[in-house]
């Protein structure tokens, strides 16, 4: 449970009787990212709200289920293709390398869609719209993501080793390497038809492919 007092933007005092910050609605989750992001509110009302959101550092449903027009990714990311999958995580380590609207509307873009098949045209178009996106919408949805991201790396341990904790460089991950891969040929046609594929087929596939030669 949190409790903010100070209003400010608030109709009411702030009370969210919940366990975890993964059983907060979309709009609980916007509003504590609100209230982090103002210089209204306290360092003790701020700090009680990022140690809510502390535990748990990882979980299976993305909490942001739209933004505007777009929707997010569906729970467990069941009908993410690898494709989508491989997009995010590009434009996600785009955006932590370089903080800019630019990246941000492409980030954004890739997440959510206009609930049809993803398609790499189309991401351009609405990153164009999503590029102003509300700070506190873009904060809630980059937590969610690295939320999600850990219980995907959880479950397949053999495709996201752990990263040793050193200085070096951080490498965008290349997932056209394993589509590639997983294509029985090296035609469009036959990248395309994975790239469409259930990210979770692939990575299982992976995982247990890497599992194996392990033993």
């Given at each position: 449970m949190?409790s903010?007092?100070?209003r400010?933007f608030l109709?009411?005092?702030?009370?969210?009787?919940?366990?975890?910050?993964?059983?907060?609605?979309?709009?609980?989750?916007?509003?504590?990212?609100?209230?982090?992001?103002?210089?209204?509110?306290?360092n003790d009302?701020?700090?009680?709200?990022r140690?809510f959101?502390s535990?748990p550092?990882s979980?299976?449903?993305?909490l942001?289920?739209?933004?505007?027009?777009y929707?997010?990714?569906?729970?467990?990311?069941?009908?993410m293709?690898?494709?989508?999958?491989?997009?995010?995580?590009?434009m996600?380590?785009?955006?932590?390398?370089?903080?800019?609207?630019?990246?941000i509307?492409?980030?954004?873009?890739?997440?959510?869609?206009d609930?049809k098949?993803f398609?790499?045209e189309?991401?351009?178009?609405?990153?164009?719209?999503?590029?102003?996106?509300?700070?506190?919408?873009?904060?809630?949805?980059?937590?969610?993501?690295?939320?999600?991201?850990?219980?995907?790396?959880?479950?397949?341990?053999?495709?996201?080793?752990?990263?040793?904790?050193?200085?070096?460089?951080?490498?965008?991950?290349?997932y056209?390497?394993?589509i590639?891969?997983?294509?029985?040929?090296?035609?469009?046609?036959?990248?395309?038809?994975?790239?469409?594929s259930?990210?979770h087929?692939?990575?299982?596939?992976?995982n247990d492919?890497?599992k194996?030669?392990?033993?």
């Open positions: 949190i903010i007092h100070k400010r109709r009411k005092p702030l009370i969210i009787e919940r366990e975890n910050w993964t059983q907060c609605t979309q709009q609980e989750i916007i509003l504590l990212f609100k209230i982090l992001n103002s210089n209204w509110y306290s009302g701020r700090s009680l709200i140690e959101l535990e550092t979980t299976e449903i993305f942001m289920q739209n933004v505007r027009k929707v997010g990714p569906d729970k467990e990311l069941r009908s293709t690898i494709g989508q999958w491989a997009y995010i995580e590009r996600m380590f785009n955006l932590s390398q370089d903080y800019n609207r630019e990246n509307g492409r980030f954004m873009a890739s997440i959510y869609t609930g098949q398609i790499p189309s991401i351009n178009r609405r990153a164009s719209e999503l590029r102003n996106t509300p700070k506190a919408v873009i904060d809630a949805t980059i937590f969610c993501w690295n939320a999600v991201r850990s219980w995907v790396y959880s479950i397949y341990p053999y495709v996201f080793l752990k990263q040793p904790a050193d200085n070096a460089t951080p490498q965008a991950p290349d056209i390497k394993i590639r891969g997983f294509a029985n040929g090296n035609s469009d046609s036959d990248v395309e038809k994975i790239f469409h259930r990210m087929n692939i990575l299982g596939a992976l492919d890497l194996n030669r392990k033993k």
